[in-house]
Antibody, heavy 124, light 112 residues
């Protein structure tokens, strides 16, 4: 079955960077876009951007432009999200989630399935 | 781009039906049939319940249904069960220049 397994929790100091991984299995990695969504403690969901694992192309929410980098390693079916210049308000659970892309019908506009989430805590 | 507006909480007794609203604008909910709904239990990842306004993924109970009218989408849960107690989020594609997808503020569903 389709499964996304993310890396473990991280604790970082303000100003540092964090890189979260998301390993996919059970489907053709390059056939699905990978989205990243975060959720601050007790708050709602926030879309950060996506990467096309086939081409490496990316699309980031303007809020994160210049601080986020999404990459992938197709040899191990893994996507990465790196966030730099961390602040305390970046403390959140970061999720990866897939969306199918078809050359005829385009990108499916929903997220399924999701990884289990990675808690990133930013604290001095 | 503001988050889509959902009621903070909705409650109902077992067996009853409840409806959660999700209000946006003509740039998101009203402009596209790309509304999806997610269920999130405490400490768990969100789970897709409805996509493209009213489609149910395989494996999701037919007690869950979605609809849309103008700039407001709705999720209805019929025959409410204890296991339905969770947070629910809507999401929509948006034509905003700053991001592609926007989520709702979230609704806590309580089964009385």
């Amino acid at each position: 079955q389709v499964q996304l397994v993310q890396s473990g929790a991280e604790v970082k100091k303000p100003g540092a960077s964090v890189k979260v991984s998301c390993k996919a299995s059970g489907y053709t990695f390059t056939g699905y876009y990978m989205h990243w969504v975060r959720q601050a403690p007790g708050q709602g969901l926030e879309w950060m951007g996506w990467i096309n694992p086939n081409s490496g192309g990316t699309n980031y929410a303007q809020k994160f432009q210049g601080r986020v980098t999404m990459t992938r390693d197709t040899s191990i079916s893994t996507a990465y999200m790196e966030l730099s210049r961390l602040r305390s308000d970046d403390t959140a659970v970061y999720y990866c989630a897939t969306a199918y892309y078809d050359i005829l019908t385009g990108l499916q506009n929903w997220f399924d399935p999701w990884g289990q989430g990675t808690l990133v805590t930013v604290s001095s | 781009q503001s988050a889509l507006t959902q009621p903070a909480s909705v409650s109902g007794s077992p067996g009853q039906s409840i409806t959660i609203s999700c209000t946006g604008t003509s740039s998101d909910v009203g402009g596209y049939n790309y509304v999806s709904w997610y269920q999130q239990h405490p400490g768990k990842a969100p789970k897709l319940m409805i996509y493209d306004v009213s489609n149910r993924p395989s494996g999701v109970s037919n007690r869950f249904s979605g609809s849309k009218s103008g700039n407001t989408a709705s999720l209805t849960i019929s025959g409410l069960q204890a296991e339905d107690e969770a947070d629910y989020y809507c999401s929509s594609y948006t034509s905003s220049s700053t991001l592609d997808y926007v989520f709702g503020t979230g609704t806590k569903v309580t089964v009385l």
